[in-house]
Protein backbone atom coordinates (compact mmCIF):
# COMPACT_ATOMS: atom_id res chain seq x y z
CA UNK A 1 0.00 0.00 0.00
CA UNK A 2 2.96 2.34 0.80
CA UNK A 3 1.01 3.81 3.66
CA UNK A 4 1.03 3.15 7.46
CA UNK A 5 -2.57 2.31 8.58
CA UNK A 6 -4.54 5.03 10.64
CA UNK A 7 -6.44 3.13 13.43
CA UNK A 8 -9.06 5.82 13.52
CA UNK A 9 -9.50 5.79 9.91
CA UNK A 10 -9.94 1.94 10.00
CA UNK A 11 -12.51 2.11 12.48
CA UNK A 12 -14.50 4.88 10.69
CA UNK A 13 -14.64 2.74 7.23
CA UNK A 14 -15.77 -0.69 9.19
CA UNK A 15 -18.63 1.58 10.40
CA UNK A 16 -19.48 2.82 7.25
CA UNK A 17 -19.23 -0.99 5.68
CA UNK A 18 -21.34 -2.12 8.08
CA UNK A 19 -23.58 0.43 7.41
CA UNK A 20 -23.78 -0.49 3.39
CA UNK A 21 -24.13 -4.09 4.40
CA UNK A 22 -26.66 -3.24 6.82
CA UNK A 23 -28.47 -1.05 4.58
CA UNK A 24 -28.90 -4.13 2.43
CA UNK A 25 -29.68 -6.47 4.22
CA UNK A 26 -32.21 -4.95 6.10
CA UNK A 27 -33.80 -3.71 2.33
CA UNK A 28 -33.63 -7.19 1.20
CA UNK A 29 -35.30 -9.08 3.71
CA UNK A 30 -38.23 -6.31 3.65
CA UNK A 31 -38.64 -6.88 0.00
CA UNK A 32 -38.84 -10.50 0.47
CA UNK A 33 -41.12 -10.44 3.67
CA UNK A 34 -43.54 -7.58 1.91
CA UNK A 35 -43.40 -6.10 5.72
CA UNK A 36 -40.99 -3.36 7.52
CA UNK A 37 -39.15 -4.38 10.65
CA UNK A 38 -37.48 -2.25 13.66
CA UNK A 39 -34.02 -1.93 12.09
CA UNK A 40 -35.66 0.57 9.07
CA UNK A 41 -35.47 2.94 11.41
CA UNK A 42 -31.51 2.83 12.08
CA UNK A 43 -31.02 2.04 7.96
CA UNK A 44 -32.90 5.76 7.27
CA UNK A 45 -31.00 7.61 10.01
CA UNK A 46 -27.58 6.35 8.35
CA UNK A 47 -28.93 7.03 4.86
CA UNK A 48 -27.83 10.49 4.95
CA UNK A 49 -24.37 10.14 6.23
CA UNK A 50 -23.37 6.45 5.03
CA UNK A 51 -21.98 6.70 1.14
CA UNK A 52 -20.99 10.69 1.66
CA UNK A 53 -18.65 9.34 4.87
CA UNK A 54 -17.52 6.48 2.57
CA UNK A 55 -16.37 8.52 -0.26
CA UNK A 56 -14.79 11.14 1.90
CA UNK A 57 -12.60 8.70 3.94
CA UNK A 58 -11.60 7.55 0.31
CA UNK A 59 -10.52 10.23 -0.65
CA UNK A 60 -8.30 10.94 2.64
CA UNK A 61 -4.82 9.83 1.18
CA UNK A 62 -5.00 11.03 -2.21
CA UNK A 63 -2.79 13.35 -1.72
CA UNK A 64 0.21 11.07 -1.03
CA UNK A 65 -0.32 9.76 -4.93
CA UNK A 66 -1.74 12.33 -7.30
CA UNK A 67 1.34 13.57 -8.45
CA UNK A 68 2.22 10.21 -9.21
CA UNK A 69 3.02 9.80 -13.16
CA UNK A 70 -0.48 8.46 -14.94
CA UNK A 71 0.87 4.64 -16.20
CA UNK A 72 1.44 4.48 -12.20
CA UNK A 73 -1.83 6.17 -11.42
CA UNK A 74 -3.86 4.08 -13.65
CA UNK A 75 -2.63 0.87 -12.59
CA UNK A 76 -3.13 1.75 -8.81
CA UNK A 77 -6.29 3.60 -9.08
CA UNK A 78 -8.00 2.48 -12.01
CA UNK A 79 -7.08 -1.14 -12.93
CA UNK A 80 -6.88 -2.20 -9.29
CA UNK A 81 -10.66 -1.92 -8.91
CA UNK A 82 -11.71 -2.67 -12.74
CA UNK A 83 -10.24 -6.12 -11.53
CA UNK A 84 -12.02 -6.03 -8.78
CA UNK A 85 -15.20 -5.19 -10.30
CA UNK A 86 -15.00 -7.47 -13.19
CA UNK A 87 -14.06 -10.23 -11.38
CA UNK A 88 -17.45 -10.09 -8.97
CA UNK A 89 -19.96 -8.78 -10.90
CA UNK A 90 -19.03 -12.25 -13.28
CA UNK A 91 -19.14 -14.21 -9.73
CA UNK A 92 -22.42 -12.51 -8.73
CA UNK A 93 -23.78 -13.27 -12.13
CA UNK A 94 -23.02 -17.17 -11.83
CA UNK A 95 -24.84 -17.21 -8.74
CA UNK A 96 -27.71 -15.58 -10.17
CA UNK A 97 -27.83 -16.77 -13.24
CA UNK A 98 -30.75 -19.08 -12.91
CA UNK A 99 -32.40 -16.49 -11.77
CA UNK A 100 -31.66 -13.95 -14.64
CA UNK A 101 -32.19 -16.68 -17.36
CA UNK A 102 -35.96 -17.39 -15.66
CA UNK A 103 -36.81 -14.00 -15.69
CA UNK A 104 -35.13 -12.36 -18.83
CA UNK A 105 -33.75 -15.72 -21.22
CA UNK A 106 -30.27 -16.43 -21.65
CA UNK A 107 -29.75 -13.38 -24.18
CA UNK A 108 -31.10 -10.92 -22.04
CA UNK A 109 -28.63 -12.54 -19.16
CA UNK A 110 -26.13 -11.93 -21.50
CA UNK A 111 -27.14 -8.13 -22.73
CA UNK A 112 -27.50 -7.68 -18.99
CA UNK A 113 -23.89 -9.29 -17.98
CA UNK A 114 -22.58 -6.70 -21.08
CA UNK A 115 -24.25 -3.49 -20.31
CA UNK A 116 -22.74 -4.03 -16.77
CA UNK A 117 -19.64 -2.94 -17.60
CA UNK A 118 -21.29 0.19 -18.43
CA UNK A 119 -24.01 0.52 -16.13
CA UNK A 120 -22.72 -0.36 -12.67
CA UNK A 121 -24.11 -3.46 -11.35
CA UNK A 122 -25.73 -3.93 -7.79
CA UNK A 123 -23.86 -3.62 -4.92
CA UNK A 124 -20.75 -3.18 -7.11
CA UNK A 125 -21.18 0.42 -8.22
CA UNK A 126 -18.96 2.02 -5.18
CA UNK A 127 -15.76 0.82 -6.36
CA UNK A 128 -17.18 1.53 -10.22
CA UNK A 129 -17.19 4.82 -9.37
CA UNK A 130 -14.00 4.99 -7.15
CA UNK A 131 -11.82 4.93 -10.42
CA UNK A 132 -13.88 7.67 -11.97
CA UNK A 133 -13.30 10.07 -9.13
CA UNK A 134 -9.31 8.99 -8.68
CA UNK A 135 -9.35 10.26 -12.82
CA UNK A 136 -10.98 13.60 -12.51
CA UNK A 137 -9.06 14.60 -9.39
CA UNK A 138 -5.97 13.58 -11.03
CA UNK A 139 -7.28 15.95 -14.69
CA UNK A 140 -7.96 18.88 -12.54
CA UNK A 141 -5.12 19.02 -10.18
CA UNK A 142 -2.70 18.33 -13.54
CA UNK A 143 -4.76 21.03 -15.24
CA UNK A 144 -4.15 23.21 -12.41
CA UNK A 145 -7.69 23.94 -11.64
CA UNK A 146 -8.47 25.61 -8.61
CA UNK A 147 -9.70 23.27 -5.69
CA UNK A 148 -12.13 26.13 -4.97
CA UNK A 149 -13.73 26.37 -8.38
CA UNK A 150 -14.18 22.07 -8.21
CA UNK A 151 -15.36 22.03 -5.06
CA UNK A 152 -18.18 24.74 -5.47
CA UNK A 153 -18.82 22.61 -8.79
CA UNK A 154 -19.23 19.34 -7.10
CA UNK A 155 -21.05 20.77 -4.39
CA UNK A 156 -23.80 22.30 -7.04
CA UNK A 157 -24.11 19.03 -8.70
CA UNK A 158 -24.67 17.24 -5.77
CA UNK A 159 -27.91 19.91 -5.34
CA UNK A 160 -28.81 19.65 -8.77
CA UNK A 161 -31.74 17.44 -9.51
CA UNK A 162 -29.50 15.08 -11.74
CA UNK A 163 -31.68 11.80 -12.09
CA UNK A 164 -30.85 10.18 -15.68
CA UNK A 165 -31.34 6.55 -14.54
CA UNK A 166 -27.89 6.04 -15.59
CA UNK A 167 -25.96 5.80 -12.19
CA UNK A 168 -22.20 6.50 -13.68
CA UNK A 169 -23.64 10.18 -14.33
CA UNK A 170 -26.07 10.01 -11.42
CA UNK A 171 -23.90 8.84 -8.57
CA UNK A 172 -21.02 11.12 -9.40
CA UNK A 173 -23.11 14.04 -8.83
CA UNK A 174 -24.87 13.10 -6.13
CA UNK A 175 -21.15 11.66 -4.17
CA UNK A 176 -18.01 13.46 -5.63
CA UNK A 177 -17.92 16.27 -3.16
CA UNK A 178 -17.47 14.05 -0.40
CA UNK A 179 -14.39 12.30 -2.41
CA UNK A 180 -13.11 15.68 -3.38
CA UNK A 181 -13.41 17.45 0.17
CA UNK A 182 -12.08 14.63 1.76
CA UNK A 183 -8.95 15.13 -0.20
CA UNK A 184 -8.95 18.74 -0.53
CA UNK A 185 -9.64 18.60 3.57
CA UNK A 186 -8.04 15.84 4.72
CA UNK A 187 -5.05 17.75 6.87
CA UNK A 188 -8.04 19.65 8.60
CA UNK A 189 -9.65 15.73 8.96
CA UNK A 190 -6.89 14.69 10.75
CA UNK A 191 -6.87 17.43 12.79
CA UNK A 192 -10.45 17.14 13.78
CA UNK A 193 -9.61 13.66 14.68
CA UNK A 194 -6.82 14.56 16.68
CA UNK A 195 -9.10 17.41 18.59
CA UNK A 196 -11.83 15.24 19.58
CA UNK A 197 -9.42 12.52 21.21
CA UNK A 198 -8.43 15.49 23.39
CA UNK A 199 -12.16 17.46 23.79
CA UNK A 200 -14.21 14.49 24.60
CA UNK A 201 -16.80 16.50 26.31
CA UNK A 202 -17.27 19.09 23.21
CA UNK A 203 -17.52 15.92 21.07
CA UNK A 204 -20.26 14.10 22.35
CA UNK A 205 -22.24 17.27 23.13
CA UNK A 206 -21.58 17.63 19.27
CA UNK A 207 -22.52 13.69 18.73
CA UNK A 208 -25.94 14.37 20.67
CA UNK A 209 -26.65 17.42 18.77
CA UNK A 210 -26.02 15.54 15.08
CA UNK A 211 -28.22 12.86 15.82
CA UNK A 212 -31.38 14.85 17.07
CA UNK A 213 -30.65 16.86 14.04
CA UNK A 214 -30.44 14.36 11.58
CA UNK A 215 -32.87 12.08 13.01
CA UNK A 216 -35.35 15.04 13.04
CA UNK A 217 -34.98 15.92 9.43
CA UNK A 218 -35.40 12.01 8.50
CA UNK A 219 -38.28 11.65 10.39
CA UNK A 220 -39.97 14.96 8.49
CA UNK A 221 -38.23 13.71 5.26
CA UNK A 222 -36.74 16.42 4.61
CA UNK A 223 -33.02 15.05 4.27
CA UNK A 224 -33.10 14.17 1.06
CA UNK A 225 -33.72 17.81 -0.05
CA UNK A 226 -31.55 19.71 -1.88
CA UNK A 227 -28.77 21.84 0.23
CA UNK A 228 -30.15 19.71 3.34
CA UNK A 229 -28.25 16.39 1.80
CA UNK A 230 -25.13 18.53 1.07
CA UNK A 231 -24.89 19.52 4.61
CA UNK A 232 -26.07 16.28 6.52
CA UNK A 233 -23.56 14.51 4.31
CA UNK A 234 -20.90 16.76 5.47
CA UNK A 235 -22.28 17.04 9.43
CA UNK A 236 -22.43 13.14 9.59
CA UNK A 237 -19.67 12.52 8.22
CA UNK A 238 -17.67 13.91 10.82
CA UNK A 239 -20.27 12.77 13.60
CA UNK A 240 -18.45 9.29 11.98
CA UNK A 241 -14.97 10.84 11.93
CA UNK A 242 -15.31 12.41 15.94
CA UNK A 243 -16.89 8.72 16.80
CA UNK A 244 -14.15 6.96 15.27
CA UNK A 245 -11.74 8.76 17.04
CA UNK A 246 -13.46 8.63 20.62
CA UNK A 247 -14.02 4.91 20.04
CA UNK A 248 -10.19 4.43 19.32
CA UNK A 249 -9.03 6.54 22.30
CA UNK A 250 -11.54 4.32 24.48
CA UNK A 251 -9.96 1.04 23.28
CA UNK A 252 -13.87 0.18 22.47
CA UNK A 253 -14.99 -2.03 19.59
CA UNK A 254 -11.93 -3.20 17.82
CA UNK A 255 -13.92 -5.50 15.37
CA UNK A 256 -14.48 -2.17 13.90
CA UNK A 257 -11.48 -1.20 13.11
CA UNK A 258 -10.79 -5.00 11.98
CA UNK A 259 -14.10 -4.77 9.92
CA UNK A 260 -12.26 -1.22 8.42
CA UNK A 261 -8.79 -2.99 7.57
CA UNK A 262 -10.79 -5.64 5.53
CA UNK A 263 -13.43 -3.34 3.88
CA UNK A 264 -13.18 -3.90 0.82
CA UNK A 265 -12.79 -8.14 1.13
CA UNK A 266 -16.31 -7.32 3.37
CA UNK A 267 -17.61 -5.54 0.56
CA UNK A 268 -17.16 -7.61 -2.57
CA UNK A 269 -18.71 -10.85 -0.95
CA UNK A 270 -21.02 -10.38 1.60
CA UNK A 271 -23.49 -10.32 -1.01
CA UNK A 272 -23.49 -14.47 -1.09
CA UNK A 273 -23.87 -14.95 2.85
CA UNK A 274 -26.37 -12.16 2.88
CA UNK A 275 -28.70 -14.21 0.97
CA UNK A 276 -28.42 -17.45 1.84
CA UNK A 277 -29.14 -16.10 5.76
CA UNK A 278 -31.70 -14.15 4.30
CA UNK A 279 -33.46 -17.35 2.50
CA UNK A 280 -33.13 -19.82 5.23
CA UNK A 281 -34.19 -17.35 8.21
CA UNK A 282 -37.32 -16.22 6.03
CA UNK A 283 -38.15 -20.12 5.45
CA UNK A 284 -37.94 -20.85 9.00
CA UNK A 285 -39.98 -18.01 10.15
CA UNK A 286 -38.73 -18.15 13.71
CA UNK A 287 -38.32 -14.10 13.90
CA UNK A 288 -39.62 -10.75 13.66
CA UNK A 289 -38.45 -9.02 10.53
CA UNK A 290 -36.25 -6.59 12.37
CA UNK A 291 -34.50 -9.65 14.62
CA UNK A 292 -34.04 -11.31 11.14
CA UNK A 293 -32.37 -8.56 9.99
CA UNK A 294 -29.89 -7.98 11.86
CA UNK A 295 -28.72 -11.71 11.85
CA UNK A 296 -28.58 -11.15 8.47
CA UNK A 297 -26.22 -8.11 8.72
CA UNK A 298 -23.68 -9.81 11.43
CA UNK A 299 -23.42 -13.12 9.26
CA UNK A 300 -22.90 -11.16 6.14
CA UNK A 301 -20.39 -8.61 7.47
CA UNK A 302 -18.46 -11.70 9.28
CA UNK A 303 -18.55 -14.03 6.66
CA UNK A 304 -16.00 -12.41 4.21
CA UNK A 305 -13.65 -12.22 7.24
CA UNK A 306 -13.88 -15.87 7.92
CA UNK A 307 -13.57 -16.12 3.71
CA UNK A 308 -10.25 -14.10 3.82
CA UNK A 309 -8.76 -15.97 6.64
CA UNK A 310 -9.30 -19.23 5.28
CA UNK A 311 -7.17 -18.10 2.57
CA UNK A 312 -4.29 -16.81 4.66
CA UNK A 313 -4.17 -20.01 6.52
CA UNK A 314 -4.32 -22.07 3.01
CA UNK A 315 -2.39 -19.82 0.77
CA UNK A 316 -5.09 -20.73 -1.45
CA UNK A 317 -7.84 -18.22 -3.44
CA UNK A 318 -5.77 -15.22 -3.28
CA UNK A 319 -6.92 -13.90 -6.93
CA UNK A 320 -10.64 -13.44 -5.20
CA UNK A 321 -9.06 -10.47 -2.89
CA UNK A 322 -5.45 -9.80 -4.73
CA UNK A 323 -4.73 -8.89 -8.03
CA UNK A 324 -2.42 -11.49 -9.82
CA UNK A 325 0.63 -10.45 -11.59
CA UNK A 326 -1.38 -10.48 -14.83
CA UNK A 327 -3.75 -8.01 -13.94
CA UNK A 328 -0.99 -5.17 -13.45
CA UNK A 329 -0.07 -2.79 -16.02
CA UNK A 330 3.13 -3.78 -17.63
CA UNK A 331 6.41 -2.25 -15.87
CA UNK A 332 3.83 -1.08 -12.61
CA UNK A 333 3.54 -4.70 -10.68
CA UNK A 334 4.60 -4.57 -6.81
CA UNK A 335 5.52 -7.54 -3.95
CA UNK A 336 2.72 -9.62 -3.03
CA UNK A 337 2.00 -7.05 0.18
CA UNK A 338 1.63 -4.21 -2.10
CA UNK A 339 -1.23 -6.47 -4.08
CA UNK A 340 -3.31 -7.11 -1.63
CA UNK A 341 -7.50 -5.91 -1.94
CA UNK A 342 -7.11 -3.19 0.36
CA UNK A 343 -4.52 -0.84 -1.35
Not at 40 to 67: C, E, K, Q, W, Y
Not at 238 to 267: F, M, P, Q, W
Amino acid sequence: MGTSRVDWVDTAKGICIVFVVMMHSVLGVEAAAGETGWMHAVVAFAAPFRMPDFFLISGLFLANVIARDWKLYLDRKVVHFAYFYVLWMTIQFAVKAPVFVADMGAAGTLEFYLRSFIQPFGTLWFIYMLPVFFVVSKLAHDRRVPWQAMLCAAALLQMAPIHTGWLLVDEFASRFVFFYAGYIFAPRIFALAAWARERIGFSLGYLLIWGLVNGGLVALGWSALPGVALVLGAAGAGAIILTSALLVKAARLDILRHCGENSIVIYLAFFFPMGVTRVILLKLGLLDIGTTSLIVTVVASVSPMILFWLIRRTDKGWFLFRRPEWAYLKGTSGSKRQAQAAE
